[in-house]
């Protein structure tokens, strides 16, 4: 099989599977012969951030000499970004090999996601991965991901998204992200809504799992700027002083927070220079990343995000002249985003754009809803890539960029003159 061909493939199968037991998952699992046993796993559930906490974690390893797998979803670009060993993306022979090998065992249909993950399991166990950090898709109890038995569970911030298919109260979405701990094995994460913690606490006393509890407390900033930020963590169990984030996001730190508290729980003998390098050199594209002078991409697409990002733009750019390009897919909560913006920041003009295919949200609407809660100028350009060098070149002085990963995506591929497939 040809590497086009695999993308293809993929192009035509759905995304998640209807069937939330996982039983067909683990019989190709088992007619595979059952790779994921003998791994040793990072398990990472959340509404936001998980995709950062695996960064973070992955370049912690890294630096302390262990040889990487990495599973996180979704691409920006090209779709061998999902499956990464040592921070080196599949190689395109090799994804449509191994896309081949768990065709060759499937009677009853995959979902894309499922497809993914099973190549990636085979991928990682001929490379002889030291750990292999796992990033759920989507909820946590019946993610494909939640065949695995991991090392540890870490479990992100949890805010009200995905809510027709997770829940539509925190309660019910942090049941289903709690869903991935497992009977005696540790659990970590940071505490916040009450109604979260419980639904987690109580998860981990009924599997009798140790309970390693985080708080935003933990944190004291040093020095903070559009480059980065110094900052000392302390909590109960380990404290790192010096440690920097090559990011102006608050958020980062909560999520680095969670990375070295797992790394250190599997790792003790991790070397504290190891964790220290590695929160240092992390890079996660679309979180707060400059991609051109002035231009600043974020993927924040719920609300809990646009809170994190409002915080961001509210003590590191509140004296600049700012600029909005916004786009989002019609299953967000849309409004609630458009509000809190709309509320805290004040743009000199507003371009929205659209994300191509079923999800795509209608234009006209988001502009309406703009126009509700600001008086600042709002434009619409349809397609992506207009909208983005239209808002480049009409910029007075930043440019900001959110709303959606699949928005984010477009732009990189721009950016580095990638055509590649579709998400």
């Not at 970590?188 to 009450?194: A, C, L, R």
């Not at 380990?238 to 250190?264: E, G």
Request: with cysteine; net charge negative.
């Amino acid at each position: 099989m040809k590497y086009t061909e695999a993308v293809r493939f993929f192009d035509e199968i759905p995304y998640f599977s209807k069937d939330p037991s996982n039983d067909n998952l683990a019989k190709v699992l088992e007619r595979l012969g059952n790779p994921e046993r003998g791994m040793k796993f990072f398990h990472v559930a959340g509404t936001n951030g998980k995709g950062s906490v695996c960064a973070f974690l992955d370049s912690i390893l890294r630096k302390g000499g262990y040889k990487t797998a990495l599973f996180t979803s979704p691409h920006l670009v090209k779709i061998n970004e999902r499956i990464k060993i040592d921070g080196r993306d599949i190689s395109d022979d090799d994804f449509a090999y191994y896309l081949e090998k768990v065709q060759e065992v499937v009677e009853e249909p995959l979902s894309f996601f499922e497809y993914l993950f099973l190549m990636a399991l085979l991928y990682f166990s001929r490379e002889n991965a030291d750990y292999c950090i796992l990033e759920t898709g989507l909820g946590g109890t019946y993610d494909s991901t939640n065949v695995v038995t991991p090392e540890i569970s870490v479990i992100t911030s949890i805010g009200l998204d995905h809510m027709k298919i997770l829940g539509d109260t925190l309660e019910k979405i942090a049941c289903e992200k709690a869903g991935i701990i497992k009977p005696g094995k540790p659990v970590v994460y940071m505490q916040q809504d009450s109604s979260v913690n419980q639904v987690i606490e109580e998860k981990a006393v009924k599997n009798r799992s140790k309970i390693i509890r985080l708080s935003k407390e933990d944190i004291k900033i040093h020095e903070i700027g559009q480059k980065g930020i110094a900052f000392l963590l302390e909590s109960g169990y380990h404290r790192f002083d010096d440690l920097v984030i090559a990011s102006p996001a608050v958020y980062q730190l909560w999520n680095a927070d969670l990375a070295v508290h797992a790394a250190k729980e599997v790792i003790p003998e991790i070397p504290n220079e190891a964790v220290k390098s590695g929160v240092n050199a992390m890079r996660w594209p679309a979180r707060m990343e400059e991609i051109e002078h002035h231009v600043i991409l974020d993927g924040a697409h719920n609300p809990h995000a646009v809170d994190a990002w409002i915080e961001v733009l509210t003590t590191q750019y509140a004296h600049v002249k700012k600029d909005l390009l916004f786009a989002v897919v019609a299953d967000k909560d849309y409004e609630e985003m458009i509000k809190k913006i709309c509320q805290n920041l004040r743009f000199r003009r507003i371009t929205i754009t659209a994300i191509p295919g079923e999800r795509r949200a209608d234009q006209l609407h988001i502009k309406n809803i703009f126009e509700k809660y600001t008086d600042r100028e709002v434009v619409v350009e349809e397609d992506a890539i207009c909208a983005y060098q239209q808002a480049v070149e009409g910029k007075e002085d930043y440019l900001f960029c959110i709303g959606s990963l699949y928005l984010a995506g477009m732009i990189e591929r721009l950016l580095g003159g990638e055509q590649y497939d579709s998400f």
